[in-house]
């Protein structure tokens, strides 16, 4: 990834900033066996999970300008090569110049010409009480970090220095104001934010030991927030829900087959049962029950696809004569390349949005396996029945239409479709004819009105770079890649 940690540590090493690589210790209850086998011991915990949480945390000015209150920064964005980008998603403009030092496209062979790898995320900055939060999780991971790393003494012998006393006590800084109310409750612009994570006591001090204070304090030796304020923000919707995320896994009991396959987060069922009532195998059991649904109401002429859709996001421009490209790659020759879509989030109603650092598949939802964060926010004077604005959408379908008033309208939902599906054709296409609207592209799958899926005929592997649209086996276990 490119994330220059050992020269990060090298840069400060004679410095008073105090940088520790730890790496992230699952459980090991959940490494496989063939993992303790072939690895070593040591490695066989850290190997496989990672702390995948992405929060930067600062003190900066307060609105008085007179003391320091604490700010807080999390999503999906790494701290390393390749993520820095725009709305635009630019292929080749700029590539010299904007992105000269911070090209990036991991899906080149070595040595190969090709457009950069645009890259898609989310990431939020939180003041306020929110903010603390963040400070205080990021203070437990440090205390169980030294605890868990052979550095502490070292580190002590060479700078004379306890870690725990590294972290700053801010409620004994007089300059650094304690966590209040940012703005007024009446403040049009009032965000109310609250902090969920994925996380278990292997990772992170402040869970209690007794079992009697862990009922009193309803704590859990495993939380599983961020899981449960996906399924409470679908339950609670009445209108539609946008979700942007680098994985799609989870419910795996209802898979028409593979359900051993660990994946038992409910995100997928929940969301499906919400459509119900108002990648490959998850897509397929998602469908079938749509279907059904549709069936059994006796529903005429309606469709799966006029309530749950996939899309993914693509660039493609035009040729430039004066550029010196050779084209030696299959991006390079008809200068498109699919977006990364790395961001994690979700919006309710436009009442609510879920933003954090967690995929929506197993390894960042079941608490235990990658350590997540994110946060839940709404503003009380934006409510639906006060909506005036839709933003939704704009970046990736390149403009604002009058459907999108009403997103959850079957009109929305075909002219939203409609331009995916156009922007796929085009992008496609052996010839460039003209820009696509926006970035969102029709997912390559065909679904029929029984639910069934398969991919687009002629499609069954994403363009230039390969890749199996409907998957394929993995010889990974389970545990690893849900």
């Known amino acids: 990834m490119k994330t220059h940690d050992e020269e990060t540590r090298e840069f400060f090493k004679h410095s008073h900033v105090i940088c520790l690589l730890v790496p992230h210790l699952a459980r090991s209850v959940l490494i496989p066996r063939l993992a303790r086998c072939v690895l070593a011991p040591h ?37 390393c090569d390749g993520r820095y980008d725009t709305p635009e998603h630019r292929l080749y403009r700029d590539k010299d110049t904007v992105f000269a030092d911070d090209y990036s496209n991991p899906s080149l062979k070595k040595g190969e010409n090709g457009p950069r790898q645009p890259w898609h995320d989310l990431h939020c900055k939180i003041e306020g009480q929110g903010a603390y939060d963040v400070l205080k999780n990021f203070e437990q991971q440090w205390l169980k970090a030294i605890n868990s790393c052979k550095v502490r003494k070292l580190y002590k012998r060479l700078k004379g220095m306890h870690l725990e006393d590294a972290l700053v006590e801010i409620e004994k800084d007089p300059l650094i104001a304690s966590p209040s109310t940012t703005v007024p409750n009446d403040h049009p612009e009032q965000w109310h ?13 402040g869970f209690p030991i007794d079992l009697h204070l862990i009922e009193e304090q309803n704590k859990l030796l495993i939380d599983r927030s961020i899981q449960m304020a996906y399924v409470q923000a679908i339950r609670s919707a009445q209108h539609f829900i946008y979700i ?5 896994i989870g419910s795996s009991f209802a898979w028409p087959s593979h359900r051993d396959a660990g994946a038992d987060n409910l995100i997928p069922i929940e969301l499906t049962l919400k459509i119900a009532k108002a990648y490959k195998l998850t897509m397929q059991m998602m469908y079938k029950i749509v279907a059904e649904e549709i069936k059994s109401t006796g529903l ?76 839940g926010a709404y503003q009380p004077h934006h409510t639906w029945p006060k909506k005036k604005e839709h933003p939704r959408g704009q970046s990736t379908l390149g403009e604002s239409k009058i459907a999108f008033k009403d997103p959850e309208s079957l009109e929305c939902v075909k002219y939203v479709n409609g331009v995916a599906e156009d922007n796929w054709k085009r ?56």
């Open 193 to 205: 934010v609250q902090i969920f994570r994925s996380i278990d006591s292997q990772s992170q001090e």
């Open 43 to 79: 490695l066989a915990h850290c190997a496989v999970y990672t702390h995948h949480q992405k929060c930067v945390i600062l003190d900066t000015k307060d609105h008085h300008g007179e003391n320091r209150k604490i700010t807080a920064f999390l999503g999906g964005l790494d701290l």
């Open 244 to 248: 942007e995320n680098q994985y799609f």
């Open 300 to 375: 005429v002429d309606a469709h799966p696809t006029d309530y749950l859709n996939f899309y993914c996001l693509g660039n493609r421009e035009d040729y430039d004569q004066t550029s010196s490209i050779e084209h030696d790659s299959a991006s390079a020759k008809f200068r498109r390349f699919m977006v990364y879509v790395h961001s994690k989030g979700m919006i309710v109603d436009d009442a609510y949005i879920l933003l954090g650092s967690a995929n929506i598949n197993e390894r960042s939802m079941e608490g235990s396996r990658d350590t997540e964060i994110a946060m």
């Open 427 to 482: 992008y496609t296409a052996d010839e460039f004819t003209r820009p696509l609207q926006g970035h969102i592209l029709k997912y390559p799958m065909e679904v029929d009105v029984d639910g069934n899926v398969k991919p687009l005929a002629g499609h069954e592997s994403f363009p230039d770079v390969g890749g199996v649209v409907e998957g394929c086996p993995s010889l990974f276990p389970h545990k690893w890649t849900t």
